[in-house]
């Protein structure tokens, strides 16, 4: 299975900074067909996951585009370019390129200073 | 709007069985592919099996291969987790996931506790 390794697993962030998470693979995640099946997933405190970002950098209906997701490869990067309040929680990445199963990062809890 | 609802969850002692239950609206339920994703207590997210439309093709995690079923009934909606011979180690809140490149609508979840 493909192994998803985030850093940092925490992060204490300042109001109105940015803010930005690492997801290595343990393999490159471009599918055959061309396409690379990174997603970044959002879990607030007592909620289920919400997903953020398809497809490496492809914003989901409703997400702020102080989100963001970039890479390539085995390397990706979600950032937030001005954390909020409401942006507390844990974030996971996800590959879906190579499943079953699907596989997902350890979670980096992003909170405030 | 698309909203999934879990249902099913509880107690079970070792060794028991449970159904758990998706009911799916707001969405054409037939045209997606369909997966469970669970989530132990404070632990992260682990992926558990997937079905595909019409419920012909079914994959599952090595941890729950040959105790754990994935079913739909596309009549009415609604996707099922059919898990015997539970274990301690099964308890978590368990996600229904719809699959649109990957995720894109969680359920609320239903927590199974496997306890004596």
């Known amino acids: 299975d493909v192994v998803m390794t985030q850093s940092p697993l925490s992060l204490p962030v300042t109001l109105g900074q940015p803010a930005s998470i690492s997801c290595r693979s343990s393999q490159s995640l471009v599918s055959s067909d061309g396409n690379t099946y990174l997603n970044w997933f959002q879990q607030r405190p007592g909620q289920s996951p919400r997903r953020l970002i398809y497809?490496?950098?492809n914003r989901d209906s409703g997400v702020p585009d102080r989100f963001s997701g970039s890479g390539s490869g085995i390397d990706f990067t979600l950032k937030i370019s001005r954390v909020e309040a409401e942006d507390v929680g844990v974030y996971y990445c996800?590959?879906?390129?190579?499943?079953?199963?699907?596989?997902f990062g350890q979670g980096t809890k992003v909170e405030i200073k | 709007e698309v909203q999934l609802v879990e249902s099913g969850g509880g107690l079970v002692q070792p060794g028991g069985s449970l159904r758990l239950s998706c009911a799916a609206s707001?969405?054409?339920?037939?045209?997606?592919?369909m997966h469970w994703v669970r989530q132990a207590p404070g632990k992260g997210l682990v992926w558990v099996s997937h079905?595909?439309?019409?419920?012909?093709?079914?994959t599952y995690a090595d941890s729950v291969k040959g105790r754990f079923t994935i079913s739909r009934d596309n009549a009415k909606n609604t996707l099922y987790l059919q898990m015997n011979s539970l274990r301690a180690e099964d308890t978590a809140v368990y996600y229904c996931?719809?699959?649109?490149?990957?995720?894109?609508?969680w359920g609320q979840g239903t927590l199974v506790t496997v306890s004596s």
């Open positions: 996800m590959q879906g390129t190579y499943w079953p199963p699907w596989t």
């Open positions: 996931v719809r699959n649109d490149w990957g995720g894109d609508y």
């Open positions: 079905i595909n439309s019409d419920g012909s093709s079914t």
């Open positions: 497809k490496v950098s």
């Open positions: 707001g969405f054409t339920f037939i045209s997606y592919w």
